[in-house]
């Protein structure tokens, strides 16, 4: 049961490097999430998107960029990492309006970004 | 806006003693309330749900009550374990909204202790 799937798990960047972040899922859910999760501040809406080939902005969504080309993977990418990008990001996947209805979001285990 | 406020933790309990942690939240219509827990190294999953006023949210003995006269949605256990040591996150979406209209707590680090 693979579920949401995250890669890599452990990354580490220089200032100024990029990078891209892999979220794969086979629940076949049109609705994918990416989160970045800091201490004492909970969850963080940064991108998302409703269906293949569509991208929302977040609640923090600046210094990323997102792409859904295939349903089942939504990639998060830094172009110019920076310190305040470390953080712990997780991947969420739902189906849709009933993920809103239920608030039931599958999340991968998470992927640990270390800046410099 | 929408927001929810969790007591803030760490919460460190001796097994066998009861959990309580409070939720209120704020929000215009009828929201969805929730629960979801994230067990160390893992990603967060659904613990339970209450969809309307009075509803009790129950799973793996932990129970909420969702009570639209104090806009609250406390979790509750009588009798917690090792094995619930685990973050606890409050969550509401918004009675208009989709999936992405989710509003998160911050978070409270429950520790239970042998």
């Known amino acids: 049961n693979a579920g949401v799937t995250q890669t890599p798990k452990f990354r580490v960047l220089k200032t100024g490097q990029s990078m891209t972040l892999l979220c794969a899922q086979d629940?076949?859910?049109?609705?994918m999430y990416w989160y970045r999760q800091d201490p004492g501040m909970g969850l963080r809406l940064i991108h998302y998107?409703?269906?293949?080939?569509?991208?929302a902005k977040g609640e923090v969504p600046d210094g990323y960029n997102v792409s859904r080309l295939k349903k089942q993977n939504f990639l998060l990418g830094l172009e110019s990492a920076a310190p305040s990008q470390t953080s712990v990001y997780f991947c969420?996947?739902?189906?849709?309006?009933?993920?809103?209805?239920?608030?039931?979001?599958?999340f991968g285990e998470g992927s640990r970004l270390t800046v410099l | 806006g929408n927001s929810v406020t969790q007591m803030e933790g760490p919460v460190t309990l001796s097994e066998e003693a009861f959990l309580t942690i409070n939720c209120t939240y704020t929000?215009?219509?009828?929201?969805?309330l929730f629960w979801y827990v994230q067990y160390p190294g893992e990603g967060l999953q659904l613990l339970l749900k209450?969809?309307?006023?009075?509803d009790k949210g129950s799973n793996k003995g932990f129970e909420a009550t969702y009570r639209k006269e104090t806009t609250s949605f406390h979790l509750e256990k009588g009798s917690v374990q090792v094995s619930d040591s685990a973050v606890y996150f409050c969550?509401?979406?918004?009675?208009?909204?989709?999936?992405?209209?989710?509003?998160f707590g911050k978070g409270t680090k429950l520790t239970v202790n042998p």
């Open positions: 969420a996947s739902s189906s849709g309006l009933a993920g809103g209805l239920t608030g039931e979001l599958f």
């Open positions: 629940m076949n859910h049109e609705y």
């Open positions: 998107s409703v269906g293949e080939g569509t991208t």
């Open positions: 929000a215009t219509g009828y929201p969805s």
């Open positions: 209450a969809t309307k006023a009075d």
């Open positions: 969550a509401l979406s918004p009675s208009q909204g989709g999936s992405e209209k989710l509003v």
